[in-house]
């Protein structure tokens, strides 16, 4: 059944791609035939279709969630786009900037006036301003916070004060606190008074007169136990709470771990600040993983899919000329052994395997190194046993693939010492790029780096390097007696 809605869902959303492309074309195709036209009225009939497409566009996006209007902006190019944008303008355009990536994200806003960022910031919260607030231009900020009262601009201040990667940078302040001497009838009359709960709401936090959490009130023992009871009677005094200045990545894992929907997040004497939901670990588990995905290749999230070549080109250079100079390296180690390749023209057509197949061994390595340090699963207890096992498994995998290597040498060229070169240098760099595979994202770890950053591109360089010096030392040494 998930399968089956994950499916309709990429087809919805593809689908309403398509009508609202279809659209944007339609209005280009109209208005070159006006601009073609006679000259009489030209102004005046643009502005009548335009005003049509506008409007067209607007019960478009009307009937869409603001996730699916952002996809569907992430998915034009920047002059679609812009025009998509400006049909867009309603009240849930805020939401809107939340919902697509970063980087559309400032295109977006850098297209609108400070009174215009003033006046959709006034339908958002503290925490969602909080997200918007690295990307706002000063001055819609300064006038975002003029508008503000007292406690608004209290919360906002709260969160921006703390880092990102913390758990006080992602907490929100729609929550319902409740005294452990309040009765149960009490709680649901005031509840009922209220007329709603805050989103995610599936608990009460009970605190006490110096604002600390005692406990909390889940709303399933809120409704099935008897209205006369107290909340000390019923509330849980076992729960999960966090840290403002907790690392988030662990708040997301006891999430996972618990199953959690809202927790409570308190300072460092134990006093409320605000909570955590699961929408907010979601959104930082898609964030964290689109980062880590795009920082393994060199690219950073900042990079727009329809962004400028030259700002594209930017974001590219730096992990490209990294590639130029280890591609270099390599070709200079093959250059020292010129001479062994025009005597053994076979280790040209042997050698990329042996440095092919190090860096999928090393990739293998890394990405389970840096898989198991996002979920906190190595410790300084366990790090050594770790490397040992991988080392272990090295060793067996380099003989393994070094004997079907040699094998395979053999039966093409028939020169057993050749194919026992080929094997050997199978096995010493395996062993090698297990090695790489595993320094450069503890390494990177240990000294408070991301450790997925750039790990392919330099294991596979390095991986590379060593496969053709390898190959073509081990040929120079026992192949010609040098």
């Keep these: 059944m998930e399968a089956s809605e994950k499916v309709h869902t990429a087809q919805f959303l593809q689908h309403q791609l398509q009508e609202v492309i279809t659209l944007l074309a339609k209005q280009q195709l109209e208005k070159s035939l006006v601009q073609r036209g006679p000259a009489t009225n030209h102004e005046l009939v643009e502005a009548v279709l335009h005003k049509q497409h506008q409007t067209r566009l607007q019960e478009k996006f009307a009937l869409l969630h603001p996730a699916d209007i952002a996809f569907i902006l992430e998915s034009l190019p920047l002059d679609q786009r812009e025009t998509a944008w400006d049909a867009i303008k309603t009240d849930h355009d805020g939401q809107v900037l939340l919902e697509v990536s970063d980087a559309v994200r400032q295109t977006l806003i850098s297209g609108m006036e400070a009174e215009e960022l003033a006046s959709v910031a006034g339908n958002m919260d503290a925490d969602e301003l909080a997200d ?20 608004e601009r209290m919360h906002l201040n709260a969160i921006l004060s703390y880092q990102d990667n913390q758990v006080g940078a992602l907490m929100d302040f729609g929550m319902i606190t409740i005294r452990d001497d309040m009765s149960l009838k009490a709680i649901l009359s005031y509840i009922r008074k209220l007329g709603k709960l805050p989103s995610h709401t599936d608990k009460l936090f009970v605190v006490d007169q110096h604002n600390q959490v005692k406990g ?43 199953d959690l929907i809202s927790a409570p997040v308190v300072d460092k004497n134990g006093e409320l600040q605000g909570r955590l939901c699961v929408d907010s ?57 010129e001479d062994v390749i025009l005597q053994l023209v076979a280790l040209a057509s042997l050698m990329p395997i042996v440095a092919a197949m190090g860096g999928n061994t090393g990739n293998q390595t890394s990405m389970l190194i840096i898989r198991s340090l996002a979920l906190g699963q190595i410790t300084p207890a366990n790090v050594q046993r770790l490397i040992r096992k991988e080392l272990t498994l090295a060793l067996l995998n380099g003989t393994f693939i070094g004997l079907i290597m040699g094998l395979l040498g053999f039966f093409l060229y028939r020169n057993l010492a050749l194919s026992g070169v080929m094997a050997t240098a199978m096995f010493i760099n395996l062993l090698v790029a297990v090695i790489v595979g595993l320094s450069i994202p503890l390494v990177r770890y240990r000294f408070g780096k991301d450790p997925a950053v750039g790990t392919s591109v330099i294991l596979t360089s390095i991986t590379d390097s060593m496969g053709f010096f390898i190959v073509l030392g081990l040929a120079n040494l026992f192949l010609l007696g040098k």
């Excluded at 006369?228 to 200045?245: E, G, I, K, R, Y």
């Excluded at 898609?286 to 980062?291: F, G, N, Q, Y």
């Design 132 to 151: 918007l607030a690295a990307d706002l231009p000063k001055r819609a900020m300064l006038r975002i916070l003029r508008s503000l009262n007292s406690t």
């Design 281 to 337: 670990i979601m959104d930082f588990i898609r964030e964290k993983s689109d980062e880590d995905l795009l920082s393994q290749a060199g690219v950073t999230e900042e990079e727009d899919l329809f962004s400028s070549v030259w700002k594209s080109a930017k974001n590219r250079w730096g992990w490209l000329l990294i590639n130029v100079v280890t591609a270099f390296a390599s070709t200079r180690i093959i250059g020292l052994f």
């Design 216 to 258: 909390i009130l889940p709303l399933q023992r809120l409704l099935t136990h008897s209205p006369s009871l107290h909340v000390a009677q019923v509330m849980v005094t076992d729960f999960v709470v966090f840290q403002t200045d907790q690392d988030t990545n662990e708040a997301s894992r006891a999430f996972e771990r618990y």
